[in-house]
T-cell receptor
């Protein structure tokens, strides 16, 4: 069983729709990261959160530590939001390192 | 632009060869991470350096090695290359180690023929 599970794996939406991507993890973590990877390959960090909720523009990320679950929401989706969204978790151990363990990603296509 | 640079952008080489990938972290970042992204394994953590010292190792093969230099740039050396080493290699940096946001470079796409 993967330590980080994302759903759905693929998502197609119409422009303007509200989108939710879910991430569940099976171990205790120090933080959860949402990343965006565009077709060109580059990875952008969207959020790092360890509790509660964060908002940046049309993106909202929430985390429930007790349930080991996080969601990434996109409001008023736009074709430029089309990308792979990756959930990753980080741990602190043995000298406070910060390696990431990644989910398999959600491929989002927003159609005009 | 994350401020993290990686060279080269693309690299095509043959099996059995050795290559060096280079990463320059964001100004002020002390920690460098290397990740491999392949079609079958997804993104995997390889190794972390903090202020010149190795801090953590992940799924890094013995044929691979890395180092971080006094100016904080890092190099990932891949030797005795195999077809299965073809992948995107990302470098990321963060200010410290511990709970910090990581900023990713554009990646180096390695193709082994």
């Amino acid at each position: 069983k993967n330590e980080v599970e994302q759903s759905p794996q693929n998502l197609t939406a119409q422009e303007g729709e509200f989108i939710t991507i879910n991430c569940s993890y099976s171990v205790g973590i120090s933080a959860l990261h949402w990343l965006q990877q565009h077709p060109g390959g580059g990875i952008v960090s969207l959020f790092m959160l360890s509790s509660g909720k964060k908002k940046h523009g049309r993106l909202i990320a929430t985390i429930n530590i007790q349930e080991k679950h996080s969601s990434l929401h996109i409001t008023a989706s736009h074709p430029r939001d089309s990308a792979v969204y990756i959930c990753a978790v980080s741990f602190i151990y043995g000298g406070a390192t910060n390696k990431l363990i990644f989910g398999t990603g959600t491929l989002l296509a927003v159609q005009p | 632009d994350s401020g993290v640079t990686q060279t080269p952008k693309h690299l095509i080489t043959a099996t059995g060869q050795r290559v060096t990938l280079r990463c320059s972290p964001r100004s002020g970042d002390l920690s460098v991470y290397w990740y491999q992204q392949s079609l079958d394994q997804g993104l995997q953590f390889l190794i972390q350096y903090y202020n010149g010292e190795e801090r953590a190792k992940g799924n890094i093969l013995e044929r691979f090695s890395a180092q971080q230099f006094p100016d904080l740039h890092s190099e990932l050396n891949l030797s005795s290359l195999e077809l299965g080493d073809s992948a995107l290699y990302f470098c990321a940096s963060s200010v410290m180690t511990g709970n910090n946001e990581q900023f990713f470079g554009p990646g180096t796409r390695l193709t082994v023929l």
